[in-house]
């Protein structure tokens, strides 16, 4: 475990100071410990890739957030523990809605839904394409990763990235739209 | 195999990263909401009359350092609160010791004074508007630090909204404290600390929905 830490933080400050061969001998190293450590806690899920890739990505996005002083391994599983917990949420609020009450909640939305539909449309017009599809098939049509790589001929890294940016832009547009509202 | 496609395009994406982005940003949001806090007491409360003939007396000072120190601990455990490890180690101490210092202060002045005046020590002119007034005075210092904080990687919410939100109404506290003309330590004691805490509840209550990362 020692042994372990110390390359991994090698690895990661080599990462930091822009070394490429050290980066991604740490995202390969770090992978399967994601994975074993998020199996360990919930068990094999369905998911378990996609969630492993979020908190690659995650890492990615907040590799500055890194300081020295901290244990690698520390730091990595408290990315990871934080998207567990937030799919696990994720899960809980979606079996909220027991299935009795589901027709009342759909009739009562209906035209809030389709308002929420059209703006998400126009949302998603000013994406570029690969990002719009990405989202549209598995985000809104609720397609697995795997099944929209297969009908879409996409990779699914590149799905998963693609959604990744396309959303990060979404929100950034969302944030400048507000932002010009509040004027 | 899809996971490998992944790593590559991260690798590919690797670039050079501030290290002390975090620090920077909470001092910049800190910087800007000092600002913007003294602007808004300029135009709506307007500073104390007084403020030149005091300006170099003990009574405006102490109550500078008083906010000052809380507003540092609480922005220096903002910062270790935006990482996903965060040891916030001994900083909470150090961010609570102003508050115990001013209780212990405020009990021996009102054990000294006699008993008419003990009342007065305490709720002074204005106990009513003060910690209203600090915590509007810490909304945007507090907006802006949560601001930060969504940027970053914060695992524990609440605990960075509370230290947040008291470093805003700390920010807010030494502003308002240039309006503000009680000068008596037992109402620092309770109604400059009921508003500093006010605005970190409200920053706790607010950071498990802002914070998503």
């Given amino acids: 475990m020692h042994a372990l830490e110390a390359r991994l933080k090698a690895l990661m400050l080599a990462s930091l100071a822009g070394s490429h061969t050290a980066y991604r001998q740490l995202l390969r190293e770090a992978e399967p410990l ?18 492993v890739q979020e908190v690659l990505i995650a890492v990615h996005t907040h590799r500055a957030n890194y300081q020295p002083e901290q244990l690698f391994t520390a730091w990595l599983y408290a ?29 009562a939305d209906h035209g809030d839904r389709v308002a929420a539909r059209l703006d998400v449309d126009r949302l998603l017009d000013a994406l570029p394409c690969k990002q719009r599809a990405a989202i549209r098939c598995v985000k809104l049509r609720q397609w697995t990763v795997a099944d929209t790589s297969a009908r879409t001929g996409m990779s699914q890294s590149a799905i998963k990235l693609s959604i990744h940016r396309g959303l990060n832009a979404l929100v950034g547009r969302r944030r400048e739209a507000t932002a010009h509202g509040d004027e | 195999m899809e996971t490998n496609d992944l790593i590559e395009r991260l690798v590919a994406d ?14 910049g949001a800190m910087i800007l909401s000092l600002l913007a806090s003294l602007v808004l007491l300029g135009v709506w409360l307007g500073f104390r009359p007084d ?10 000072w102490s109550k500078l350092a008083y906010a000052g120190a ?15 490890v965060a040891s916030t180690g001994d900083l909470w101490p150090l961010a609570a010791a102003p508050f115990l210092i001013a209780a212990v202060w405020a009990i021996h002045d009102l054990t000294t004074a006699s008993a008419p005046l003990r009342w007065r020590l305490v709720v002074g002119r204005s ?6 007034r600090i915590l509007v005075l810490a909304l945007p210092g507090l ?5 930060v904080l969504r940027r970053q990687a914060p695992t524990q919410p609440r605990q960075a909204g509370f230290a947040a939100g008291l470093a805003a109404g700390a920010l807010a506290a030494g502003v308002y404290s240039l309006h503000c003309r009680e000068d008596s330590v037992p109402f620092l004691a309770v ?7 006010a605005s970190a509840a409200l920053g706790s209550l607010l950071a498990p929905r802002w914070l998503r990362w």
């Fill in chain 2, 191 to 197: 109604w400059y600390a009921l508003g500093m805490l």
């Fill in chain 2, 143 to 147: 907006a802006a630090l949560l601001w």
């Fill in chain 1, 34 to 51: 994601v994975r074993s450590f998020l199996i360990n806690r919930v068990g094999m899920r369905a998911d378990v890739d996609d969630l």
């Fill in chain 2, 70 to 84: 809380i507003a540092a601990a609480a922005a220096a455990l903002t910062c270790r609160l935006a990482r996903p």
């Fill in chain 1, 79 to 107: 990315i990871a523990r934080h998207k567990l917990a937030d799919a696990v949420r994720h899960d809980a609020r979606r079996h909220h809605v027991r299935l009795e009450d589901a027709p009342e909640r759909i009739e």
């Fill in chain 2, 14 to 27: 690797l670039r050079p990263v501030n290290r002390r982005r975090t620090e920077q940003l909470v001092a």
């Fill in chain 2, 51 to 60: 403020l030149p003939h005091i300006a170099a007396s003990p009574r405006l």
């Fill in chain 2, 127 to 132: 106990w009513t508007e003060c910690p209203v």
